[in-house]
């Protein structure tokens, strides 16, 4: 979760509820919030009663934009939900989701988790609207078109899903189905859960499942349409599954840590990356803190393998949304201290272990390291639970420009020098996907590595 620093902010989060006993939309609003780590620019309700669909959507977080006149407004037992950070397309009103067209006397809806790579070739080969905002919005465009061309909804569907490249855990809706659809390669997550009233629930992270009292099932499978009606759920292949590759980043950070990805508990391997990091990267201190709150798990694990007190250096701000862009230096370190601040009796004299989960612009950072100084520290050995972050991410997070990486442009030593640090280790990749599961293989870590799962056109 980006609440400790400039890390990338992160993809978007999805949910979906049919469930004919229950009013779907207050169910997303529910699950939406349990996602509201995914995305915070804007969030949107897609919902219908078997006869209409009714879309809400706003910029802002969820609790903002949503209240009972406006959860009322959206009847049915049929919902999608959309929680947005713009990967693609500009930060507005016009861009948030659900996408919602019209194709002929169909009415559908749609949200999308990921970025696609080949969005331009997509539109251009297809003569679409230039003016279409987002990947998202060439998706909806793509399927409008093939329904307007003669096929039914789920056919357009299974027409258009093979032709996209990149990451997508989409869920859809029309009139009376809910339907989820992950990308080949599964990037992204996306879970099927059961409520106990029989409805059926799509989700990006199981605590969303978890909030609404669904039952988790299972994940949807790289390359899956499953498709949710009054008969249940059915399944099939729209494409076989490719390179397998769960976003990594999804366990250093973005991942709630009371959820599962893969069968793996996300806060046990943010620990067990912290004891691997310890064994890697031993140093002589008296306590070890996390920049909170993302990075807690990895320095609890830090200080049980390692021995050093646990402590917390750092008080995070609990209603900080996200930090403005401030203009001047001494502007940024006031904005850090609206998020943290130091608490000088844990850290005055202290050799300190600071562990952070990934370090991607590093100017929020530099600025935490000072308040830190500033508060007496005597020394601070800066542990990073991931390997570098050098490549930008084309799948769903916004770092596409590499010259903000701070580890693309400066070396270790550079890093620790601009950071303030006494010293600076990360962890090595290997170790860190060997903490996240044993089992080999399976993870995209372009952002680490440069090898691209799918390729990046235009790319050397
Ligand atoms: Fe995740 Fe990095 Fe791959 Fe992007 S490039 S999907 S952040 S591992």
Same mark, same amino acid.
């Given at each position: ?20 006993? %229950? @009013?779907? $939309? ?6 939406? &919030? +349990? =996602?509201? !780590?995914? /995305? ?56 948030? %989701? @659900?996408? $919602? ?6 009415? &559908? +809806? =749609?949200? !999308?988790? /990921? ?346």
């Amino acid at each position: 979760m980006a609440d400790g620093h400039d890390g990338p902010k992160e993809a978007c989060g999805v949910f979906g509820v049919r469930d004919p006993r %229950q @009013p779907a $939309a207050h169910l997303t609003y529910l699950g939406l &919030f +349990a =996602l509201q !780590h995914r /995305g915070q620019e804007s969030a949107g309700i897609a919902a219908g009663d078997g006869t209409k669909i009714m879309v809400d959507k706003d910029m802002g977080l969820v609790s903002t934009i949503f209240d009972e006149h406006r959860l009322r407004a959206l009847p049915g037992g049929l919902a999608i939900g959309h929680t947005r950070y713009a990967t693609t397309g500009a930060s507005a009103w016009h861009n948030a %989701q @659900p996408v $919602a067209r019209h194709a002929g006397d169909l009415f &559908f +809806a =749609l949200g !999308h988790n /990921g970025n696609l790579v080949n969005t331009t070739e997509l539109a251009g080969a297809s003569d679409l609207d230039a003016d279409l905002g987002s990947d998202s919005d060439v998706i909806a465009a793509l399927v409008a078109r093939a329904v307007t061309g003669g096929a039914d909804l789920i056919g357009a569907i299974t027409d258009v899903l093979p032709r996209l490249r990149g990451a997508y855990s989409l869920v859809f809706m029309d009139e009376d189905r809910l339907i989820g659809a992950r990308d080949p390669n599964g990037f992204r997550p996306l879970f099927l859960g059961r409520t106990d009233t029989g409805g059926w629930v799509l989700a990006s992270e199981t605590p969303a499942l978890d909030v609404v009292g669904a039952e988790v099932i299972r994940e949807i499978d790289p390359g899956e349409l499953v498709v949710i009606d009054d008969e249940g759920v059915h399944s099939s292949q729209f494409a076989p599954p490719q390179r397998k590759a769960l976003c990594s980043f999804e366990f250093v950070y973005i991942a709630r840590p009371d959820g599962k990805l893969g069968g793996i508990g996300v806060h046990a391997a943010r620990r067990r990356m912290g004891a691997a990091l310890a064994r890697q990267a031993p140093v002589d201190a008296d306590m070890v803190m996390p920049i909170p709150d993302s990075s807690v798990p990895g320095a609890q694990g830090y200080a049980a393998e390692s021995g050093i007190e646990y402590g917390d250096g750092l008080i995070k701000n609990r209603y900080i949304g996200r930090t403005f862009i401030a203009p001047t230096q001494q502007l940024r370190d006031n904005a850090v201290r609206i998020k943290f601040n130091a608490i000088e009796d844990n850290v005055a004299g202290k050799r300190l272990v600071v562990v952070e989960d990934s370090i991607v612009r590093a100017t929020t950072l530099r600025s935490t390291m000072k308040l830190l100084r500033n508060a007496g520290a005597a020394e601070i050995h800066l542990r990073v639970l991931s390997a570098p972050y050098r490549w930008s991410c084309f799948y769903g997070l916004d770092t596409s420009d590499r010259s903000k990486l701070v580890a693309a442009t400066m070396t270790i030593e550079q890093i620790r020098d601009h950071l303030g640090a006494d010293s600076l280790a990360y962890l090595d990749l290997d170790n860190m996907l060997t903490a996240i599961t044993p089992e080999p293989g399976g993870f995209c870590t372009a952002c680490m590595t440069g090898d691209y799962p799918v390729p990046i056109p235009g790319l050397e």
